[in-house]
């Protein structure tokens, strides 16, 4: 996929896009399924098509090209993983709660996902410049929105006036970088631990 599609697909995918109607929900659980198995470089959009049982002009109608099709699987998996995210600290009483467990859902839910766990595994080569030299535009969406909750935690919680967005982005550095290097003294595989190191070392940035 061209860097440049992937501009504004973070910000898209926490917003939610609707919906895809059934024809297109058959097509990208197919692309899904075809780029978790074979990575992007070396699926086409003709492959797509076959998995989905539809034609590779059914496919172009919706998607009008691999790197639109590649955008949307991305798209629509990123906004699962925002919902999956926001339902898992939802009912937790304190910001501070809600870092810890974000942290923990967050990395086992990228780690384990088929797609950008997957790809980060099978084609290295092609995710990673989209977490670094490429990440800017992720990094800043991801920033945005966690940003957003930390203002209402500092409204709700009486939590000082000061600018959350560098402690947002601290933890938004702090988790890509676990999730691209899991080799260290954490062992991430243990919730237990990951939670502690979160508390310990996350948490107390919310004073800062």
Do not use: W
Not at 112 to 130: K, S, T, Y
């Amino acid at each position: 996929m061209k860097p440049s599609a992937n501009d504004s697909l973070l910000a898209r995918a926490i917003a939610r896009p609707a919906t895809e109607e059934k024809l297109a929900r058959q097509i990208l659980d197919a692309a899904l399924e075809q780029f978790t198995t074979f990575g992007l470089r070396r699926s086409s959009v003709e492959d797509v098509a076959k998995r989905a049982g539809v034609s590779r002009v059914t496919v172009y109608r919706r998607f009008q090209s691999k790197d639109g099709l590649v955008e949307a699987c991305l798209l629509r998996e990123g906004s699962r993983f925002f919902q999956k995210l926001d339902a898992a600290v939802a009912s937790l009483p304190t910001m501070e709660d809600r870092v810890v467990e974000g942290f923990v859902v967050a990395l086992r839910y990228t780690r384990a996902h088929p797609l950008f766990g997957g790809l980060l595994r099978l084609e290295p080569e092609v995710v990673l410049p989209c977490f670094t030299v490429q990440g800017g535009a992720s990094l800043a969406a991801t920033t945005d929105y966690l940003t957003a909750h930390l203002r209402r935690a500092q409204h709700t919680e009486g939590r000082g006036e000061t600018d959350p967005r560098p402690v947002a982005e601290l933890m938004v550095r702090v988790a890509v970088s676990f999730l691209l290097n899991p080799a260290g003294c954490i062992e991430l595989d243990d919730e237990e631990q990951a939670r502690a190191f979160a508390r310990r070392y996350l948490a107390p940035l919310l004073d800062a």
